[in-house]
């Protein structure tokens, strides 16, 4: 190594990844647990009560976490949100969707409902990266939306309902969910995988569902036409095994140990508002250190869409980021790197809930130091 960042500027813990993001010793430790002669759930049926009680914790942690309204289940099915947003394009659009795009998230779904020969051409509401794109009221869609947070491009927007009559709200909350204030009865489905703020592995995803979102599902599903709703991409499906706290296909069951482990562990803390907290004070460190620098500026231009989970800062055309990103990763300062599709000069740092408020002050001073040595 020829740059030296002295230890005495170093964060306690380097991992800034924005997914899959830092997990915590304790949720480890939970996995080994697990896995001891004693008491075991790994390699055990997904089907017996340990395992079954797994799921139950994370359902009802969840249901806890995020005060769901009355009515509202939480559904967990295999795939990852990608694999989610092929479940509401087969089970949740009736017609025609909305998409707000201003990211990959946004512009994946998107992708999804225009593929599906049985919907007609989605209505899409574009914003450049770095800004944020609103769905608006159509009374040609039955469905809108929406990511809550791009952590492609570190932009974030509020959940709103809109619309009126039977018309849905899905909300992705991939890298927002845990992390990010939400009243979710203003969207039908919240959706989002474990491995961002949950601090978990992939695989996985988990849906709130308001009762209109179900009874959609029901509606759709037993439509018939030319719809196939295969048992996989079936929200009904998801959702009878969800009540029984299994899924349908067998569970990545580590990911379920660490992912009911965060969750307790938020709870214990003071829950959605004290992790939502401990984020935007992360936030606004970084956010301020990129503006009082002339080399720096945070990528969002609107303070009120900049993320406070995924923070997104561009670097001067003097200074190569991708160097920055180097010299950190040498000194186990890791995964700051941005998106890359955006092709920007920047870094981009996860702000997660398991992620040390000091540490990302660690982080910016690291920067500093190996800024001065490189411009």
């Known amino acids: 190594?020829?740059?030296?960042?002295?230890?005495?500027?170093?964060?306690?813990?380097?991992?800034f990844g924005s997914g899959?993001?830092?997990?915590?010793?304790?949720?480890v430790d939970a996995v080994v647990a697990a896995g001891a002669p004693a008491r075991p759930v790994l390699g055990t049926s997904h089907r017996q009560a340990p395992v079954k009680d797994l799921v139950r914790r994370v359902r009802s942690g969840l249901a806890e976490l995020f005060a769901l309204p009355d009515g509202y289940e939480v559904a967990l099915g295999n795939g990852g949100s990608t694999a989610f947003w092929e479940v509401a394009?087969?089970?949740l659009v009736r017609e025609r969707a909305q998409h707000a795009t201003f990211g990959e998230f946004g512009a994946k779904f998107?992708?999804?409902t225009r593929r599906a020969p049985f919907l007609a051409e989605p209505e899409v509401v574009d914003a450049a990266p770095g800004g944020v794109a609103y769905v608006t009221p159509s009374d040609a869609v039955d469905v809108y939306a929406t990511p809550h947070n791009e952590t492609s491009t570190g932009a974030m927007a509020p959940v709103r309902r809109v619309g009126s009559g039977d018309q849905l709200v899905l909300t992705d909350a991939t890298s927002g969910a845990g992390a990010l204030p939400v009243d979710v009865a203003e969207t039908d489905v919240y959706y989002f995988g474990p491995q961002k703020a949950f601090a978990s592995d992939g695989g996985l995803w988990l849906a709130l569902c308001s009762p209109a979102a179900v009874a959609r599902a029901q509606e759709v599903?037993?439509?018939?036409?030319?719809?196939?709703?295969?048992?996989?991409?079936?929200l009904t499906t998801a959702l009878d095994n969800s009540r029984k706290d299994q899924t349908l296909n067998t569970p990545a069951v580590a990911t379920l140990v660490m992912l009911a482990d965060q969750v307790e562990w938020l709870l214990e803390n003071g829950g959605l508002e004290w992790s939502?907290?401990?984020?935007?004070?992360?936030?606004?460190?970084?956010?301020?250190w990129a503006e009082s620098r002339e080399w720096a500026t945070p990528f969002v231009a609107?303070?009120?869409?900049?993320?406070?989970?995924?923070?997104?800062?561009?670097l001067d055309d003097s200074i190569d980021a991708s160097a920055v990103v180097g010299h950190l990763r040498d000194?186990?300062?890791?995964?700051?790197?941005?998106?890359?599709?955006?092709?920007?000069?920047?870094?981009r740092v996860g702000m997660f809930p398991a992620v040390e408020p000091d540490d990302v002050a660690a982080l910016t001073a690291c920067v500093d130091h190996v800024v001065e040595r490189i411009a």
């Open 276 to 288: 939502a907290g401990r984020c935007a004070a992360s936030a606004a460190h970084l956010y301020g």
């Open 1 to 15: 190594m020829s740059l030296q960042i002295p230890a005495s500027l170093l964060p306690a813990d380097g991992r």
């Open 331 to 347: 000194h186990g300062v890791l995964d700051v790197f941005p998106y890359r599709k955006l092709g920007r000069n920047q870094i």
């Open 110 to 112: 998107a992708a999804a």
């Open 302 to 314: 609107e303070v009120a869409e900049r993320s406070t989970v995924v923070g997104t800062v561009d």
């Open 20 to 27: 899959p993001s830092k997990v915590r010793p304790a949720q």
């Open 221 to 234: 599903e037993a439509s018939g036409g030319d719809r196939w709703v295969p048992e996989f991409l079936s």
């Open 89 to 91: 394009t087969a089970s």
